[in-house]
């Protein structure tokens, strides 16, 4: 394997060298040593559109469509200008039923009904089917291609039936359904091959295997592959007939997006954000709206400041704390609100009752705050030589920072509990709440003792 790779990183080296000077021929041959996957990182780090496509155009028919979708959008619909509508119609042909809905959803109307009315007709119907669902449910993952045989079967009479699926490059699974397509089990080709030819097949299919429905949410889905460890999963209607497949390559795309997604959502960001194709305009409309609730946020904050400014006209050491206080609780909020994403993103959370979850936050929340409050309180002692400073500085550190803990563990599961990303709590939300909470406890606590200071 990591021969392979050796040699992979040789051709394309040699190819991003010398590709001015190569002849069709030459870099054909070149070409086709490569994946696809290899051949899109070779399309999409060539800074010339002239020989992006020249690249494009002489890789082997059957991997075209492979390697347009493995591009990145820009370079994805710069070739899509480039190709005429006949190689199109071939291209389509060419893919799965699931990686050509995903192409033809990104081609202008008009144009994805051509290809669609000159494409395989049972093809068409497949891909018709897929697009008609969520591009983030299971059924607009899944893909139309599987091998069915019906439970009524001998084990003979199946292997008979499998031998007739041609167009299916690789079985999983098997899935097994009632003469009504009716999902009832799965069978893997190991079972179905050392099986006594008499057996019927529904006796000794697996009827506990798992099925996924086609409006389920995909990071769901996502879950159920890593729950059961599964390679490929069917998908049922409402009447609970098989519709299609999900295999775990798809389950990875899956993941990769939605981490990538939770990652900007944690940021404050709508949406993923493609540096290099985003437009000025659409980068400052997916960043602002969450820091707006920032700036909501610091005015609050600055009000509270504002109605408690006589704490700091009578005694004006108290401001050079109110940084600390709010650095120390709002990174408590945050380390809090990220491990929750995290918990809920992965299930941890299933099996766990709430309120053992908020105890255990709060007595690292204790222990956090103790910490930070003895160590903030001693420093304020040593450096004012003032006792009673040190001690409001440090129970105000030790209240805003359990403060800040409960709200990044109350926050993602509250967001959860209303159908809302829990990522968006891990964000400016989540920073703006903890700031003017904290910002309270400390000037609450530092006027309730203020003939202490003075």
């Known amino acids: 394997m990591l021969q392979k790779i050796k040699f992979i990183k040789n051709v394309t080296d040699n190819i991003k060298d010398r590709i001015d000077s190569l002849s069709p021929r030459r870099l054909k041959k070149r070409l086709d040593l490569l994946e696809a996957a290899d051949i899109a990182d070779l399309i999409g780090v060539e800074s010339s559109k002239k020989n992006k496509l020249r690249i494009f155009n002489l890789v082997a028919n059957e991997s075209k469509g ?8 820009k370079d994805r619909k710069r070739v899509l200008k480039e190709i005429s509508e006949k190689r199109l119609v071939k291209l389509v042909n060419h893919l799965e039923s699931d990686d050509a809905a995903d192409l033809l959803s ?9 290809i669609m009315i000159k494409i395989n007709p049972e093809h068409a119907i497949n891909i018709a089917g897929l697009m008609k669902y969520a591009p983030d449910s299971a059924g607009g993952i899944m893909q139309a291609e599987f091998v069915t045989v019906y439970g009524e079967l001998t ?7 499998v031998n007739e699926f041609e167009d299916i490059e690789t079985v999983h699974e098997i ?23 008499s057996d019927i097949v529904e006796d000794i299919c697996n009827k506990s295997s798992v099925v996924v429905d086609a409006f389920m949410d995909q990071e769901e889905v996502a879950e159920i592959f890593k729950k059961y460890d599964a390679v490929a999963v069917g998908v049922v209607n409402y009447e609970n007939k098989l519709i299609g497949k999900i295999k775990v390559d798809d389950i990875v795309d899956v993941i990769h997006t939605e981490a990538q ?14 540096i290099l194709e985003e437009s000025v305009f659409n980068s400052i409309k997916s960043r602002f709206p969450w820091l707006f609730v920032a700036v909501i946020g610091g005015l609050i904050t ?6 408690f400014k006589h704490i700091m006209e009578t005694v004006i050491i108290l401001a050079t704390f109110v940084p600390v206080v709010m650095a120390t609780a709002g990174n408590v909020a945050t380390q809090s609100s990220t491990i929750m994403v995290r918990r809920i993103a992965v299930g941890d959370l299933e ?47 030790f209240g805003a920072v359990i403060t800040g803990s409960i709200i990044g563990v109350i926050t993602p599961l509250l967001f959860k509990k209303l159908k809302i990303d829990p990522a968006i709590a891990s964000g400016p939300m989540v920073s703006s709440i903890n700031d003017f909470t904290g910002i309270m406890i400390y000037f609450a606590i530092a006027s309730s003792y203020i003939d202490l200071l003075k």
Not at 66 to 73: A, C, I, K, P, S
Not at 106 to 114: D, R, S
Not at 381 to 394: C, R, S
């Open 66 to 73: 492979e390697v347009l979708l493995l591009l990145n959008r």
């Open 106 to 114: 990104e081609m202008k109307p008009e144009l994805c009904k051509k």
């Open 155 to 161: 084990v003979e009479e199946a292997i008979q039936s």
């Open 175 to 197: 899935f097994v359904v009632d003469k009504n397509e009716r999902y009832i089990g799965t069978i893997n080709v190991w079972t179905l091959i050392s099986g006594t030819y």
């Open 261 to 274: 997604e939770d990652m900007m959502m944690m940021a404050g960001i709508r949406e993923p954000e493609n």
């Open 302 to 307: 600055g009000a509270i400041m504002y109605e």
């Open 351 to 397: 099996n766990i009752k709430t309120y053992s979850l908020l105890l255990k936050e709060l007595v690292i929340g204790l222990g956090i705050g103790l910490l930070s409050a003895s160590l903030v309180a001693l420093f304020a002692f040593l450096w004012k030589d003032a006792l009673n400073l040190g001690i409001v500085v440090g129970f105000s550190m």
